[in-house]
């Protein structure tokens, strides 16, 4: 009977797979990194694109960002976050306009010829970038504003750079010491024509004709090379990029406080010693805003003639 009755043995032998794959996980993971690849490339590849100044306001904007303090924001009604709102506006100096000016003339095939006629400092108020003749290489057609050709590739380097600045441009036209007399036309309206010149081709260069701030012309009353009026150098166009000043002017300080003066005097009721040096307050107000006045008067160094042609 016990020999009859065998017993039944089940074994159960679980396959191992050790040259498969482990289920589907793998691809989630695989996928994920394949797309943040493809976002870091694209990163790069649109950070290559994007200017130099760009990339720096860009890059002072990341370094004081804060979740904490930003955070919200985007959503209120009127409100919406835009990157460009807190960047840092890149500051204007003369060796970052330069830079930028020397890597558009390359990009546009432009030689050590033009670096050498394009000038770019400092001045009271903002950047001034100026477009020099040189023997043998003028900017315009003699006796005319008709720009060269190495002029138009000149300023179309310039309107790349300066467009997508937020200051105000001033365009200055200046000729030499040497007289001129055409038919109807002397150095003034030379130099004055020769400014709207450049102006249109900034502007046909893609800069917004709502920054022209003015175009002038001096004739030769402002040479550059000041013992020598006649030298070619004198002849240029000064593009200038003004710095904006902050807060209000000082003629407008000083209406302020006469009103205030004149308030309190006009209040009713008021009596005493300090009623009655208001008279001399005033008096002593109105002198001095007269001088400031005449200061800022003689601080004007040239008179220009202005023409939109």
């Given at each position: 009977?016990s020999e009859a009755i065998r017993k039944v043995i089940?074994?159960?032998?679980?396959?191992?797979?050790?040259?498969?794959?482990?289920?589907?996980?793998?691809?989630?993971?695989?996928?994920?990194?394949?797309?943040?690849?493809?976002?870091?490339?694209?990163?790069?590849?649109?950070?290559?694109?994007?200017?130099?100044?760009?990339?720096?306001?860009?890059?002072?904007?990341?370094?004081?960002?804060?979740?904490?303090?930003?955070?919200?924001?985007?959503?209120?009604?009127?409100?919406?976050?835009?990157?460009?709102?807190?960047?840092?506006?890149?500051?204007?100096?003369?060796?970052?306009?330069?830079?930028?000016?020397?890597?558009?003339?390359?990009?546009?095939?432009?030689?050590?010829?033009?670096?050498?006629?394009?000038?770019?400092?400092?001045?009271?108020?903002?950047?001034?970038?100026?477009?020099?003749?040189?023997?043998?290489?003028?900017?315009?057609?003699?006796?005319?504003a008709e720009p060269t050709e190495k002029a138009r590739?000149?300023?179309?380097?310039?309107?790349?750079?300066?467009?997508?600045?937020?200051?105000?441009?001033?365009?200055?036209?200046?000729?030499?010491?040497?007289?001129?007399?055409?038919?109807?036309?002397?150095?003034?309206?030379?130099?004055?024509?020769?400014?709207?010149?450049?102006?249109?081709?900034?502007?046909?260069?893609?800069?917004?004709?709502?920054?022209?701030?003015?175009?002038?012309?001096?004739?030769?009353?402002?040479?550059?090379?000041?013992?020598?009026?006649?030298?070619?150098?004198?002849?240029?166009?000064?593009?200038?990029?003004?710095?904006?000043?902050?807060?209000?002017?000082?003629?407008?300080?000083?209406?302020?406080?006469?009103?205030?003066?004149?308030?309190?005097?006009?209040?009713?009721?008021?009596?005493?010693?300090?009623?009655?040096?208001?008279?001399?307050?005033?008096?002593?107000?109105?002198?001095?805003?007269?001088?400031?006045?005449?200061?800022?008067?003689?601080?004007?160094?040239?008179?220009?003639?202005?023409?939109?042609?």
């Amino acid at each position: 009977m016990s020999e009859a009755i065998r017993k039944v043995i089940v074994k159960k032998v679980k396959k191992r797979h050790d040259g498969g794959h482990h289920g589907g996980s793998w691809k989630v993971a695989y996928a994920d990194f394949v797309t943040a690849m493809m976002a870091f490339f694209l990163l790069l590849w649109l950070l290559s694109m994007v200017s130099d100044d760009k990339r720096i306001a860009m890059a002072e904007y990341f370094k004081s960002f804060s979740l904490f303090k930003e955070s919200g924001t985007n959503f209120l009604p009127g409100s919406a976050f835009v990157i460009t709102d807190h960047i840092k506006k890149a500051e204007l100096k003369p060796e970052n306009i330069a830079a930028a000016l020397k890597r558009a003339m390359k990009k546009k095939g432009g030689g050590e010829g033009e670096s050498d006629q394009v000038l770019i400092d400092a001045i009271d108020g903002g950047v001034r970038i100026q477009i020099v003749d040189k023997e043998g290489s003028p900017m315009f057609q003699l006796g005319g504003a008709e720009p060269t050709e190495k002029a138009r590739e000149i300023l179309a380097g310039v309107a790349e750079v300066i467009r997508d600045q937020d200051a105000k441009i001033a365009i200055e036209g200046h000729t030499d010491a040497a007289p001129f007399r055409g038919d109807q036309i002397t150095n003034w309206e030379l130099s004055t024509n020769r400014a709207s010149a450049a102006r249109r081709m900034l502007e046909t260069n893609g800069l917004d004709p709502s920054r022209v701030a003015r175009v002038v012309g001096y004739a030769d009353t402002d040479l550059l090379i000041k013992d020598q009026p006649k030298d070619a150098q004198n002849r240029r166009i000064s593009i200038i990029l003004l710095q904006p000043k902050d807060g209000p002017p000082l003629a407008e300080g000083l209406k302020k406080e006469l009103r205030s003066s004149f308030q309190q005097q006009a209040q009713p009721g008021t009596s005493g010693p300090a009623a009655e040096a208001a008279p001399d307050r005033e008096s002593t107000i109105r002198q001095s805003f007269q001088e400031k006045k005449a200061a800022m008067k003689k601080s004007r160094k040239r008179d220009a003639i202005g023409l939109w042609d």
